[in-house]
């Protein structure tokens, strides 16, 4: 199916666990990002990415990893996941070549952390 | 650095009666803003932007640079409407989309 797709929609772990959250996209967008989605804080960004193999730091990035081995794919990791890293994390994708073009989210996954 | 404002949290109105949604931005160069929506359980969509100075849904959003706001309007609400609404502004430079903290509108009949 074409456009933007999040795996797992729903998760639940442990305290200190490591997970991975994918974000795969059949657009060839050169542009990703991974938004936590927090009530009183809107969406704030993690990582983006700007194409394969180039990654940068958005607003909150500590306790995350991310990957761009593929344009299309762009994974966010966990890597000893905490309680306060419970959120809605939502994956986006955009072509920036374009004056005002949109970005296109994904479903969001629910995660939550015990 | 870019920033985007949205005061409210919560906006509650009568079906039928005006909407305003509030956004101002803080951002040193020439900016695109827009307004995406997340209806209940859905994923968020692009609303309007402002260089296209379009109505969609009956909404409309003027961008004031001396304000520094781009307020999201609607003559009449309707229930549909009830959502969650953030404001956004795009980095020209590392094309970073940063959003507001969201208000949610909720259209009581």
């Known amino acids: 199916d074409a456009g933007i797709t999040q795996s797992p929609r729903y998760k639940i772990t442990e305290t200190g666990r490591q997970v991975t959250l994918m974000c795969h996209q059949t657009?060839?967008?050169?542009?990703m990002f991974w938004y936590r989605q927090d009530l009183g804080h809107g969406l704030r960004l993690i990582y983006y990415?700007?194409?394969?193999?180039?990654?940068d730091k958005g607003e909150v990035p500590d306790g995350y990893v991310v990957s761009r081995s593929k344009t299309e794919n762009f994974p966010l990791t966990l890597e000893s996941a905490t309680r306060s890293q419970t959120s809605v994390y939502f994956c986006?994708?955009?072509?920036?070549?374009?004056?005002?073009?949109?970005?296109?989210f994904g479903q969001g996954t629910r995660l939550t952390v015990v | 650095a870019q920033r985007v404002t949205q005061p409210e949290k919560l906006l509650s109105v009568f079906k039928g009666a005006p909407v305003e949604l509030k956004c101002n931005y803080s951002?040193?160069?020439?900016?695109?803003l827009f307004w995406y929506v997340q209806y209940s359980r859905q994923r968020l969509q692009l609303l309007l932007r402002?260089?296209s100075r379009e109505s969609i849904k009956g909404f409309t959003a003027d961008l004031n640079k001396g304000e520094t706001s781009f307020h999201l309007k609607k003559p009449f609400a309707q229930e549909e409407d009830s959502a969650m609404y953030y404001c956004?502004?795009?980095?020209?430079?590392?094309?970073?989309?940063?959003f507001g903290a969201g208000t949610i509108l909720r259209v009581k009949s």
């Open positions: 402002h260089i």
């Open positions: 951002y040193s160069g020439s900016p695109e």
């Open positions: 986006a994708s955009t072509d920036p070549g374009r004056m005002n073009t949109e970005a296109f």
């Open positions: 956004a502004l795009r980095d020209g430079y590392g094309n970073k989309l940063v």
């Open positions: 990415s700007a194409a394969a193999d180039i990654t």
């Open positions: 657009w060839s967008h050169s542009y």
